[in-house]
């Protein structure tokens, strides 16, 4: 399930694109496909910003830059020295812990709206385990 909740969270930045360029060739071509296409593309957004406005600052800030930002430790580390200040600085330990926690509320939350998830991002349904098994 990590692996799914990695995979999503890292195509935010592709899906707040896809609202973008919907929205603005709404106006040209089909509009009726574009609207669907544009409304898949919010409700993308919208889900994830939903998940992420869940978690607590440091989890969320660990979430953005480490996996939806794609920086690697060191960098995360720099952004958040540059943010809060050398005093306020974490270890990696603790920002890992942090990103372990927020992925772990991000799955509850998931799990809890399995059906929701399943009808945003379609391509999560093999993932979760028959409800009939």
Do not use: C
Not at 11 to 39: C, F, H, I, M, N
Not at 104 to 114: A, E, G, H
């Amino acid at each position: 399930m990590e692996e799914l909740i990695t995979k999503l969270l890292s195509e935010y930045p592709q899906y707040v694109l896809e609202a973008e360029l919907y929205q603005t060739s709404k106006a040209s071509g089909d509009e009726a496909r574009t609207t669907t296409q544009l409304d898949a593309a919010k409700q993308k957004v919208e889900f994830i910003d939903t998940l992420l406005n869940s978690l607590r600052e440091m989890e969320q800030f660990v979430i953005r830059y480490r996996i939806i930002e794609g920086m690697t430790w060191p960098q995360v580390l720099e952004e958040e020295e540059q943010r809060y200040g050398p005093d306020a600085r974490r270890s990696k330990t603790t920002l890992i812990r942090y990103r372990t926690n927020a992925i772990q509320k991000i799955t509850k939350l998931v799990l809890q709206y399995r059906e929701l998830t399943m009808q945003v991002f379609e391509e999560t349904r093999d993932f979760f385990p028959d409800e009939n098994m």
